[in-house]
């Protein structure tokens, strides 16, 4: 992962405003109604078209479901992570062993990847954890990926 230090800023702007996406997407506007989302689905459309995003299936008029008024899980924003450093086939592609037993069978190679690479450490020494993943969890991985360490606390 060396290199990467050289990322622009707008990139590491990019993945934090990612991160917020979700909790923007589900805020109500002054009247109290939830938000309209048309605004991020066309972002998230362009995303796909980027190939940074893939969705969570497909709406019955078969446009992609990108289920924005949710938060993405940790392997979810993990996944994105890794498609945004340009990584994303190489990690689906990756032939290493998941070393949690929580994991989709999707989402063993990325986590494998990002594990080996050290971008990712698990909640335990056999979970990965699949919650929602926070600000500060996603921020972490974008640290790491720049060659931040945080193994000293």
Do not use: Q
């Not at 990467?4 to 990019?14: M, V």
């Not at 497909?58 to 979810?76: H, I, K, M, Q, V």
Request: with cysteine; glycine share 10%; charged share 20%.
């Amino acid at each position: 992962m060396k290199g990467l230090r050289r990322i622009p800023a707008l990139l590491l702007c990019f993945c934090i405003a990612s991160c917020l996406l979700p909790a923007s997407a589900l805020a109500a506007n002054s009247s109290g109604t939830a938000r309209d989302v048309t605004f991020e689905l066309a972002m998230a459309s362009d995303l796909k078209g980027l190939g940074l995003l893939e969705g969570v299936g497909t709406n019955t008029d078969g446009s992609t479901n990108f289920d924005l008024r949710r938060a993405p899980s940790r392997l979810e924003a993990l996944v994105m992570l890794l498609r945004l450093l340009g990584k994303g086939a190489e990690a689906k592609a990756y032939a290493g062993a998941c070393p949690f037993d929580d994991v989709p069978g999707w989402g063993k190679p990325y986590v494998a990847y990002a594990y080996d690479k050290g971008l990712t450490n698990g909640s335990s020494r056999t979970k990965f954890g699949m919650e929602n993943a926070s600000c500060a969890m996603y921020l972490t991985f974008v640290l790491r990926a720049l060659d931040y360490s945080d193994t000293a606390g």
